[in-house]
């Protein structure tokens, strides 16, 4: 994908995530939850998975937690070389829109909150369900469209009265509809996505905007406006955040919506759909009711 058509510049955000790799563990909040998450997904599933890779494997602490479910065995971390830090390299260089791996080698992925910054989400996926086995499976979860909506309306009204204009500042994230659909285009059975909603609360936008860079996730969009932002802006953008949803206490709230994906590649021991009028009993005798057959030729006013 050329970078005119590309959503996100990957250059900039692998070298933002570089530069926050030393102090990544003091903002790594929402990958603790989605770690905790996926341990209790995968301790539930009734069967075992000898090789599995962690993308990204954010500094090996995707393995550090997954290390302990007995029913994974090999975990093969794979990152990108510009977001690895020199104390913990991955196992594998590896970009989500260009996988290394053969197609059928690979009993699971898990991804936790990269996927978010793919310009290619289909094609990442499609290369996803390429490299795992028949009945692999696909576990990841990525940031959804409520995730920092209140940043974004202060940035917006806030350059659009400083600037006379305003420029992209928070990606446009997929949401749980978008999830469903590009898994099944991109051929796996058995999906199933939910969401969940993190409010989290800080003394002030400022502090938001801080934990952002502290994360390397600040705005890495290609048609982001390409001179500094002035003091200002900045304090303008702050004030607006503070004026439409500051919290009681005078703190403010800003969102952050999970999304989790868990796919599998088709297999024949997959349980499928019966084919219609299959039926050997009646939904009537299932839910416990009496059968009312319609009246007249069964056709019903507009």
């Not at 770690?35 to 069967?47: G, K, M, N, P, T």
């Not at 070389?81 to 970009?95: G, M, N, R, T, Y």
Request: with cysteine; net charge neutral.
């Amino acid at each position: 994908m050329s970078d005119l058509a590309a959503l996100f510049d990957r250059r900039l955000l692998a070298h933002r995530r570089q530069r926050a790799a030393a102090r990544a563990c003091d903002h790594d909040f929402l990958l603790r939850r989605v770690l905790e998450d996926f341990s209790e997904r995968l301790a539930i599933v009734q069967r075992s998975f000898p090789v599995v890779v962690c993308l990204p494997s954010h500094q090996g602490a995707v393995s550090s937690v997954l290390a302990n479910l007995p029913s994974l065995g090999r975990l093969i971390e794979a990152d990108t070389l510009a977001a690895a830090s020199a104390a913990k390299a991955p196992d594998v260089i590896a970009d989500e829109e260009a996988l290394p791996f053969a197609g059928g080698q690979l009993d699971a992925i898990v991804s936790a909150l990269s996927l978010q910054f793919a310009n290619d989400l289909p094609g990442a996926l499609i290369q996803m369900r390429r490299a795992l086995k028949p009945d692999g499976l696909l576990l990841a979860a990525f940031l959804g469209g409520a995730t920092l909506k209140e940043l974004r309306e202060a940035w917006l009204m806030a350059e659009d009265e400083v600037c006379g204009g305003a420029s992209p500042r928070v990606a446009p994230f997929a949401d749980v509809r978008d999830a469903g659909t590009l898994l099944q285009r991109a051929g796996f059975a058995l999906p199933v996505v939910d969401s969940d909603t993190v409010t989290v609360t800080y003394a002030t936008p400022l502090h938001l905007m801080r934990e952002l860079k502290g994360m390397g996730a600040s705005n890495v969009l290609q048609a982001r406006r390409r001179v500094p932002v002035t003091r200002g802006l900045l304090l303008r953008a702050a004030e607006v955040y503070t004026q439409r949803f500051a919290l009681p206490n005078g703190r403010i709230p800003a969102t952050f919506e999970i999304i989790t994906m868990t796919a599998w590649v088709p297999h024949d021991s997959q349980p499928k759909p019966l084919a219609p009028g299959s039926a050997k009993g009646r939904l009537a005798d299932a839910l416990g009711v009496k059968e009312h057959k319609p009246k007249g030729d069964g056709s019903a006013d507009a």
